[in-house]
């Protein structure tokens, strides 16, 4: 069936280090797919999306690519801050099948 | 200018209760959802509506009703409350295929 499965963390990194969140899907038809970002005590917001293959998300530094020959949507980001401490959760839409899936969500801590 | 908005922002009841929460959005968005998050933060779809419409209504006890009396706004009222019910209920919306807008949240606590 359709599913998003993203690394697990927590994923501990240092100020300015590079960052990586693997993402990969499965599904039937062409979907579109999203970051979402969760800081502590809020809702979910868009960071970035992509809609077709090939096509390159970025929003605030951070970027994914959607590769349809490796049905992956990883997460980069050159110089991570403190402030990008949150959950990260991967999504794919299909809305003519009115599916929308989440992935497990990855907590990324940065340490000054 | 909140886009969507829930209420209340924190419930704590007691087991066998009945209670609800409710969702706004002003986004003229035509479908709405409910989504639980556990305490591992993994996110669970309830329900959607599309135009008034139920659309989605995944497997979740059927203590569990939502009510969308307008495109605007979906509401979700728990019968009988469990300790497993504890949670944070989150509210979205969305236009056609385009990316969902997340509510603040509702954590609901039961003793």
């Known amino acids: 069936g359709d599913s998003v499965t993203q690394m697990e963390g927590p994923v501990t990194l240092s100020e300015e280090a590079f960052l990586t969140i693997n993402c990969t899907y499965t599904a039937t038809g062409y979907p579109s797919l999203f970051w979402y970002v969760q800081y502590p005590g809020e809702g979910l917001q868009l960071l970035l999306k992509?809609?077709?293959?090939?096509d390159k998300g970025s929003n605030k530094g951070f970027e994914a690519t959607y590769r349809k020959e490796t049905t992956s949507f990883h997460l980069e980001k050159g110089s991570v801050q403190v402030s990008d401490s949150a959950v990260y959760f991967c999504?794919?839409?299909?809305?003519?099948?009115?599916?929308?899936?989440f992935g497990s969500g990855t907590k990324l801590n940065v340490k000054p | 200018d909140t886009a969507v908005s829930q209420t209340p922002k924190y419930l704590v009841t007691q087991m066998g209760n009945d209670k609800s929460i409710k969702c706004e959005q002003n986004l003229g968005h035509d479908t709405m959802y409910w989504y639980k998050q556990d305490s591992k933060k993994f996110l669970k779809i309830m329900f959607s509506?599309?135009?008034?419409?139920?659309?989605i209504n995944e497997t979740v006890p059927n203590r569990f009703s939502p009510k969308s009396p307008d495109k605007a706004h979906l509401n979700l009222h728990i019968n009988s409350l469990e300790l497993g019910d504890s949670a944070v209920y989150f509210c979205?919306?969305?236009?056609?295929?385009?990316?969902?807008?997340f509510g603040p949240g509702t954590r609901l606590t039961v003793t």
């Open positions: 992509a809609t077709k293959a090939d």
């Open positions: 979205a919306s969305s236009l056609a295929e385009s990316e969902q807008y």
């Open positions: 509506y599309n135009n008034k419409e139920l659309i």
């Open positions: 999504a794919l839409s299909l809305y003519n099948f009115n599916k929308f899936y």
